[in-house]
């Protein structure tokens, strides 16, 4: 199961990252000041990243197996 790890480092900021079920990290977070910053930015992922879009700017064929409706193509 995928899960999301929060980190410290030596200078007391907090960060976050998501770890795939492999373990492999897929995503990581800005430095937050605090560890709730980085608690807040872990809840706002989970609550948005369901219905977000995939907006490909690279004006390449999209190539993930989505539905074309789950992304949007810039001009």
Do not use: C
Request: net charge negative; aromatic share 10%.
């Amino acid at each position: 199961m995928a899960k999301f790890v929060i980190r410290k480092n030596d200078s007391a900021q907090y960060w976050f990252v998501l770890k795939s079920d492999n373990n492999k990290i897929v995503l990581q977070s800005q430095m937050y000041t605090t560890k709730q910053h980085a608690e807040n930015g872990i809840r706002a992922i989970k609550d948005e990243a369901q219905e977000a879009l995939v907006d490909d700017q690279t004006g390449e064929h999209y190539h993930m197996h989505e539905p074309v409706e789950h992304y949007t193509q810039q001009p």
